[in-house]
C-alpha cells in the first residue's frame, strides 16, 4: 500500500495564482482590444485616404506620415507631411524624405534606404562627435602652448616708463650697410 502526501497551498499561493490568472486575462482583453482599435484606426485611414485621393507613402523615425496626392486624372500633384504632434507650430522634418518631398526623387525611399540612410546618419554623428573631441584636444595643447608663450615673452617690469616721444632711433651709418 502506498501513500501520497501533498503539500497544502497556503493562502498566499492560491491569492498569487489567481492575482496571475486574472492578469493575465486582463491583459488578453487590453491586447485584444488595442488589436481591435489599431484595425479601426487603419481602416479609418484608408477611407480617410481615399477620400482625399492620397496614398500614403511611409512614417519616417519621428513618426510623420508622408502622403502623395493625385488628381482625379490620376496624376500625382502634391506631396505632403502629416505630423505627429499636430499642434506644435514646429515639427521634426526627417531629411531623409527631403528629396523625395522637394520633388528631385520620382520614388520615395523605401525601408531598405531609410535603414541605410539612419545608419549612416549615426555614423556620421559618432564620427563628428569623434572629430569635436580631436579638436577640444588640439585646442586645449594649443592654449596651453600659447599660454607659455605668453609668460616668456611678457614685458619686464621696470620702474621707467617708455615714452615713445622721447626715444629716438639712431643713424645707421654708411660702412655698415656694406
Same mark, same amino acid.
Given at each position: ?5 501533498f ?34 484606426? $487603419?481602416?479609418? &485611414?484608408?477611407?480617410? &485616404?481615399? $477620400?482625399? /485621393? ?6 519616417? +523615425?519621428?513618426? /510623420?506620415?508622408?502622403?502623395? #496626392?493625385?488628381?482625379h486624372?490620376?496624376?500625382?500633384t ?15 522634418? &526627417?531629411?531623409?524624405?527631403h528629396?523625395?518631398? /522637394?520633388?528631385?526623387?520620382?520614388? @520615395?525611399?523605401?525601408?531598405n534606404?531609410?535603414?541605410?540612410? #539612419? +545608419? ?6 559618432k /564620427?563628428?562627435?569623434?572629430?569635436? $573631441?580631436r ?6 595643447? #594649443?592654449?596651453? $602652448? +600659447? ?11 621696470? &620702474?621707467?616708463?617708455?615714452? @615713445?616721444?622721447?626715444?629716438? @632711433?639712431?643713424?645707421?651709418n654708411?660702412?655698415? +650697410?656694406?
Open positions: 500500500m502506498f501513500f501520497f502526501f503539500k497544502q497551498k497556503t493562502a498566499y499561493e492560491i491569492s498569487a495564482c489567481l492575482v496571475g490568472s486574472e492578469m493575465c486575462i486582463r491583459d488578453r482583453s487590453k491586447y485584444i482590444e488595442m488589436r481591435i482599435l489599431s484595425r479601426f484606426r $487603419k481602416f479609418l &485611414d484608408a477611407m480617410k &485616404d481615399q $477620400k482625399l /485621393n492620397r496614398e500614403f507613402v511611409g512614417v519616417d +523615425r519621428f513618426g /510623420n506620415k508622408y502622403y502623395q #496626392y493625385y488628381s486624372y490620376g496624376l500625382p502634391r506631396r505632403e507631411i502629416e505630423p505627429v504632434q499636430k499642434k506644435r507650430a514646429k515639427f521634426f522634418k &526627417d531629411t531623409a524624405f528629396f523625395w518631398m /522637394n520633388s528631385t526623387d520620382q520614388l @520615395p525611399p523605401t525601408e534606404q531609410l535603414r541605410e540612410y #539612419y +545608419r549612416l546618419e549615426e555614423e556620421r554623428k /564620427n563628428a562627435i569623434e572629430w569635436d $573631441k579638436e577640444e584636444e588640439l585646442d586645449r595643447i #594649443y592654449y596651453e $602652448k +600659447r599660454k607659455l608663450i605668453d609668460q616668456t615673452w611678457e614685458k619686464p617690469s621696470t &620702474d621707467e616708463k617708455f615714452e @615713445p616721444k622721447g626715444w629716438i @632711433p639712431q643713424k645707421k654708411s660702412k655698415q +650697410r656694406e
